[in-house]
């Protein structure tokens, strides 16, 4: 990090990669803590070291799902999900490259996801927040376009106008 321009401009906003921290980053924003009264670091999450393999696992679990076709469990990474439809006991989740029939009842996959990712639209169906691309007449567009538009619950609207609304 270059401290002649944080000398130059003290009132400046850094936007720093966390993947690139490293310790003598870590040193020299201490030293700028003497010249600034604030230093404000976000990042979605990490993990020091020494890591501790039950919080590890609990990350990386948050990536992928696993849910049971068949005889088997499939491990699904939760980017791939697109939409997920109730069909009597199964539901079929439609991926990205894919579709694939899971024997789990709709709220335990809506309690598996992450919410701030996903949201669900109507009694049957939950949907990847960032695979909307249309909202019309109580009505979802996905990013599939083999995937015909999804009705909007009455009960569900207004999550989807608080999404919207957080959206802007």
């Known amino acids: 990090m270059n401290v002649l321009i944080i000398k130059e401009y003290p009132k400046a906003i850094l936007f720093l990669d966390s993947s690139l921290l490293t310790d003598s980053t870590f040193e020299t924003l ?38 049971k076709q068949g005889k088997k469990y499939i491990q699904i990474a ?55 691309i249309a ?3 109580m009505h979802i567009e996905t990013i599939l376009k083999d995937v015909p538009r999804i009705p909007i619950g009455s009960n569900y609207w207004d999550d989807v106008k608080l999404m919207l609304q957080n959206a802007i």
């Open 78 to 132: 939760l980017q791939d999900i697109v939409v997920i439809r109730a069909m009597k006991d199964y539901m079929e989740l439609i991926l990205k490259d894919r579709s694939l029939l899971a024997h789990v009842t709709l709220q335990k996959l809506e309690d598996m996801l992450p919410h701030h990712q996903f949201i669900r639209v109507n009694r049957s169906y939950i949907v990847r927040k960032s695979a909307i």
């Open 30 to 67: 201490n030293r700028l803590l003497e010249k600034t009264s604030t230093i404000v670091i976000f990042t979605a999450d990490i993990l020091l070291k020494p890591i501790d393999f039950h919080r590890f696992c609990h990350k990386i679990e948050r990536v992928y799902i696993w849910v």
């Open 135 to 137: 909202i019309q007449d």
